[in-house]
């Protein structure tokens, strides 16, 4: 799944990371087109989708937020997107929520 400036595309090329729609191409074409208006968040999951996604995020002006490692079921997205860049918050999901509503205000 790609975004571009008015409208949502379906991508049907090779899956990334094993799966489609993934993070990372969501992110990084959300990061081209709406720079820092974007939000990205990885939650947990398996493997190191969003990693790359959350980096351009961040080299684009947008804000990157990352679910705290111990309280995801699965941390590994979680761990690689911390080690892929500096997140602007790693916090618990209640506290993910608080803090998108304040970006958003």
Same mark, same amino acid.
Request: net charge positive.
């Given at each position: 799944?790609?975004?571009?400036?008015? +409208?949502?595309?379906?991508?049907? $090329?090779?899956?990334?990371?094993?799966? *489609? @729609?993934a993070a990372d191409p969501?992110?990084?074409?959300?990061?081209?087109?709406?720079?820092?208006?974007?939000i990205g968040i990885v939650?947990?999951?398996?493997?190191?989708?969003?990693?790359?996604?959350? +980096?351009?995020?961040?080299?684009? $002006?947008?804000?990157?937020?990352?679910? *705290? @490692?111990?309280?995801?079921?699965?941390?590994?997205?979680?761990?690689?997107?911390?080690?892929?860049?500096h997140p602007d918050a790693?916090?618990?999901?209640?506290?993910?929520?608080?803090?998108?509503?304040?970006?958003?205000?």
């Open positions: 799944m790609l975004l571009e400036p008015s +409208r949502v595309r379906l991508n049907q $090329g090779p899956k990334v990371h094993h799966t *489609r @729609p969501l992110f990084i074409s959300a990061a081209k087109v709406f720079g820092e208006r974007v939650l947990s999951g398996g493997g190191s989708d969003g990693a790359d996604g959350l +980096r351009a995020i961040k080299e684009h $002006g947008g804000t990157a937020l990352v679910q *705290r @490692p111990q309280d995801a079921l699965t941390p590994s997205m979680p761990l690689s997107a911390m080690a892929a860049v790693v916090l618990p999901i209640s506290e993910i929520v608080q803090c998108v509503v304040a970006l958003c205000s």
